[in-house]
């Protein structure tokens, strides 16, 4: 009975790396949301994803980051080409049904460092 | 914009003295309402909500909250704390104004003196 899983837990990345965030929500769940939290701030919505379809990705950077939920297979949020600026943490989320979302599960999160 | 205030970035309190974790909101349509507890180096852990219905909301842990609409709050709080209450609390709000996505206060950090 998993609840969100996602790895890695923590990911060391050189300046102008690729970083892959992956997500695996809890079983049955097709609805998934990924967000940031910055050092001592809350988090910060950046998409929303159902099965194979961007919903809602108004919090995403409009460039170097991205985001799929294949068919099969985990939820990947890609930043490309990290800036020192990327390091946060960066956790997903998944629920049964789409908004207005009452039931969101969290990950444990993924702790991105940039150097 | 939608957005959420938690005022307290840290509230120091004895054991089993009470608390209240201040939220406030702003909004001119329905919302949702949820605190969530994060404990050190975990993810998010939803203690309660208000979607309709009563305004005092009964969660885990021995928490309630209280929706006041007039306000715009939704103030967390518990009786008596314990030290595995240390942790950071965040207040988040949906509604139509965010397309339904949550939006976050800057959470508050509940440290427990024994």
């Known amino acids: 009975n998993a609840g969100v899983m996602q790895n890695p837990r923590h990911l060391v990345r050189r300046r102008g790396q690729e970083a892959r965030l992956r997500c695996s929500p809890v079983k049955g769940h097709s609805h998934v949301y990924w967000y940031r939290q910055l050092p001592e701030e809350g988090l910060k919505f950046m998409v929303y994803?159902?099965?194979?379809?961007?919903?809602?990705e108004s919090g995403m950077p409009k460039e170097r980051f991205s985001a799929e939920f294949p068919k099969e297979g985990p939820s990947i949020l890609r930043i490309q080409q990290v800036v020192r600026g990327d390091s946060a943490a960066y956790f997903c989320?998944?629920?049964?049904?789409?908004?207005?979302?009452?039931?969101?599960?969290f990950g444990q999160g993924t702790r991105l460092t940039v150097v | 914009a939608q957005s959420v205030t938690q005022l307290d970035s840290q509230v120091p309190v004895f054991e089993e003295a009470p608390v209240e974790l201040r939220c406030n909101y702003s909004?001119?349509?329905?919302?949702?309402l949820f605190w969530y507890v994060q404990y050190p180096n975990q993810g998010l852990q939803l203690l309660l909500k208000y979607l309709s219905g009563s305004t005092l909301v009964k969660g885990i842990n021995g928490f309630e909250a209280e929706f006041n609409k007039s306000q715009t709050s939704f103030h967390l709080r518990k009786p008596s704390v314990h030290i595995s209450d240390t942790a950071e609390y965040f207040c988040?709000?949906?509604?139509?104004?965010?397309?339904?996505?949550?939006?976050w206060g800057a959470g508050t950090k509940l440290i427990i003196k024994p």
């Open positions: 989320a998944s629920s049964p049904q789409g908004p207005p979302n009452t039931e969101a599960f």
């Open positions: 909004s001119s349509v329905s919302v949702y």
């Open positions: 994803l159902q099965k194979e379809n961007i919903i809602d």
């Open positions: 988040a709000v949906s509604s139509m104004d965010s397309n339904y996505q949550l939006i």
